[in-house]
Nanobody
């Protein structure tokens, strides 16, 4: 079992930056992949970025070139660096992992980008 806790959200002007953190409990962090999802009001939750246990990354087209996902296995933490933020990036951001058939989600952190 693993617990995920996000932090780092807030209010930022368009063009600004934020770095989100996803801290994981337990000793298995280094062998799990981490996803970042987001959900805007009235919209479905969407996958933003993924990092595998080996550090391979993948991004949604809408954030490519602006967002960077990374991990620090020594700190049991994954990050989402978000640059050149746009109002349409406004959402609650969640980190997620899957172990066997079980999914684990954090509580989410709000990101609001003003125009």
């Amino acid at each position: 079992q693993v617990q995920l806790v996000e932090s780092g959200g807030g209010l930022v002007q368009a063009g600004g930056s934020l770095r989100l953190s996803c801290a994981a409990s337990g000793s298995i962090f280094r062998i799990i992949a981490i996803d970042w999802y987001r959900q805007a009001p009235g919209k479905q939750r969407e996958l933003v970025a993924t990092i595998t246990s080996r550090g391979n990354t993948n991004y949604a087209d809408s954030v490519k070139g602006r967002f960077t996902i990374s991990r620090d296995n020594g700190k049991n933490t994954a990050y989402l660096q978000m640059n050149s933020l746009k109002p349409e990036d406004t959402a609650v951001y969640y980190c997620r992992t899957q172990i066997m058939s079980s999914e684990y989600w954090g509580q989410g952190t709000q990101v609001t980008v003003s125009s």
